[in-house]
């Protein structure tokens, strides 16, 4: 009786907690974007600067993704599979993202890559603008978003072992060929859900795009930055119309997110 009551108490707050921590702020979020009606709604959503927020915020998310993607597969696929010196510090140095604030990490990119950056003669010579433009938000977006990947591949190439790509390499198989058809078959569930958490994070970032991105309406502005924006200029229910964009965008994330897991449990069955 006394563990079934504490079973309960347990659930009780778990989901009073979750209840007011996430599903009342995101309610909030819907009702406030749809007090005025549908069509003050419908206006904010497709305003020039949000669309332009909203295209710039995609384009970035997919760059982003692409690259970390790429570098987390290779990533893990050194760590686990081989050794080498500096293994434990290629570790660390992907972890770095997770200790270091976002604002720091965008203050970083200024300090290389901004006028009063040691890279900015040789920038300006070439003509090439990277800090309050679409390269310094892709880099500062990859920054803080790199860890994911690898982080979810890392832990499943290392359970995996090199027992059957070394067989395979026997058999006269190459790299390429041994990574698709012997590692990927092995990892895609877990790639997947790195891709999806790596995509989330990209999406919602505010703190390092901030600062490398100079608010530049309309050009460097993402849809965060566009949000706070409007919340600044005091239109809440543009605001909050707009920032219900990411909330579905998070919701779409959720149910992937979830699927890969299902997916992940029942092969593990």
């Known amino acids: 009786m006394r563990q079934k009551l504490v079973?309960?108490?347990?659930?009780?707050?778990?989901?009073?907690f979750l209840g007011v921590m996430l599903v009342l702020p995101l309610a909030t979020v819907l009702v406030y974007a749809l007090r005025q009606g549908w069509e003050t709604f419908s206006q904010a959503i497709t305003e020039e600067y949000a669309?332009?927020?909203l295209n710039l915020?995609?384009?970035?998310?997919?760059?982003?993704v692409i690259i970390n993607t790429t570098f987390g597969v290779f990533a893990a696929w050194a760590i686990s599979k081989f050794q080498f010196r500096g293994k434990q510090v290629l570790t660390a140095l992907i972890d770095i993202p997770f200790?270091?604030?976002?604002?720091?990490?965008?203050?970083v990119f200024i300090l290389v890559f901004g006028r009063i950056g040691w890279a900015y003669p040789l920038l300006e010579a070439w003509n090439i603008k990277i800090v309050f433009a679409l390269p310094g938000i892709v880099l500062a977006t990859i920054f803080?978003?790199?860890?994911f990947v690898s982080r979810e591949l890392i832990p499943l190439m290392e359970a995996q072992g090199s027992d059957e790509e070394e067989a395979?390499?026997?058999?006269?198989?190459k790299g390429l060929l041994i990574f698709r058809k012997v590692t990927l078959p092995h990892i895609k569930w877990g790639l997947l859900y790195g891709v999806i958490l790596c995509t989330a994070r990209a999406l919602g970032e505010f703190g390092a795009v901030s600062v490398v991105s100079g608010h530049l309406r309309g050009q460097t502005n993402t849809l965060p930055l566009h949000v706070e924006i409007l919340f600044n200029e005091f239109k809440l229910t543009a605001a909050f119309a707009v920032s219900s964009i990411l909330v579905l965008i998070a919701v779409i994330i959720l149910i992937l997110r979830n699927i890969v897991e299902y997916r992940v449990k029942r092969e593990e069955r």
């Open 7 to 16: 079973k309960w108490l347990l659930i009780v707050l778990g989901t009073a």
């Open 51 to 53: 669309i332009k927020a």
């Open 57 to 64: 915020t995609l384009l970035a998310t997919f760059i982003t």
């Open 99 to 107: 200790s270091i604030s976002p604002i720091i990490a965008g203050l």
């Open 144 to 147: 803080v978003t790199f860890p």
């Open 168 to 173: 395979a390499a026997l058999m006269g198989a």
